[in-house]
């Protein structure tokens, strides 16, 4: 069966360093992934989206997310954190299982950002 | 301005009454979904529409139910029988399902509903 596994909770960075989410995947096939971000009591905005092309993909307001097949992670990255990236990010796989199309979801990595 | 709206955005019911959520699309797209989220948990999957006047159960359909008389709207009642039904109840859409170059899915902003 197909899964993913966000590998914190919560991270805390400060304004203008690096961040990092990491996300592991577990799948059979070639995985379709996704990164989605929640701003507090919004809905969920994509930010970029793995579909067998290119291993490093870019998405929006600076994250990209590299897929490595041999170590089954999708982790996301931007080089400097602003205040206005706080919010929770989700890592997302699409089922090639049973019901194909439907999502899994990760349960979520929380980003602040500290000034 | 095309997009998916959820009304409304927050929602309160006593125990026992049934309430119905709104969401409505405007991007022509095929698909339509209801997820349910919790406080430090992923989305779950309620229910899913590939066409009009078709849907299919998700992972946690109990207590909920759906309709799809419309490309546009997939209002989901929530219903006296689901036993903890207070949550933020996310709807999203996709182009179309089954093949991973359009089906992509976009959220609405959500509604939050609390059972007093």
């Known amino acids: 069966a197909q899964s993913v596994t966000q590998l914190d909770s919560h991270v805390s960075v400060s304004e203008g360093t690096p961040v990092l989410l990491r996300c592991n995947y577990s799948s059979s096939y070639s995985p379709s992934l996704f990164w989605y971000v929640q701003h507090p009591n919004k809905g969920l905005q994509l930010l970029l989206k793995?579909?067998?092309?290119?291993?490093l993909v870019k998405g929006i307001n600076g994250f990209e997310a590299e897929f490595k097949k041999s170590e089954t992670s999708f982790h996301l990255t931007k080089p400097s954190a602003h205040m206005s990236d706080a919010a929770e990010y989700f890592c997302?796989?699409?089922?090639?299982?049973?019901?194909?199309?439907?999502?899994?979801f990760g349960k979520g990595t929380k980003l602040s950002v500290k000034p | 301005d095309g997009g998916i709206t959820q009304s409304p955005k927050y929602l309160f019911r006593k125990e026992g009454q049934n309430v119905t959520l709104s969401c409505e699309q405007n991007?022509?797209?095929?698909?339509m979904y209801w997820y349910r989220q919790d406080p430090g948990q992923g989305l779950r999957l309620i229910y899913y529409s590939q066409i009009v006047n078709d849907f299919q159960k998700g992972d946690i359909a109990e207590g909920y139910s759906v309709s799809r008389e419309k490309k546009e709207s997939f209002p989901l009642t929530v219903t006296s029988a689901q036993k903890n039904p207070t949550a933020f109840y996310l709807c999203?859409?996709?182009?179309?399902?089954?093949?991973?170059?359009?089906?992509?899915?976009?959220f609405g902003p959500g509604t939050r509903l609390t059972v007093l």
């Open positions: 997302v796989v699409r089922s090639s299982e049973g019901s194909q199309g439907n999502l899994i």
């Open positions: 793995y579909t067998s092309a290119a291993t």
């Open positions: 999203a859409s996709s182009l179309d399902r089954g093949r991973p170059s359009t089906d992509t899915q976009y």
């Open positions: 991007l022509n797209h095929d698909a």
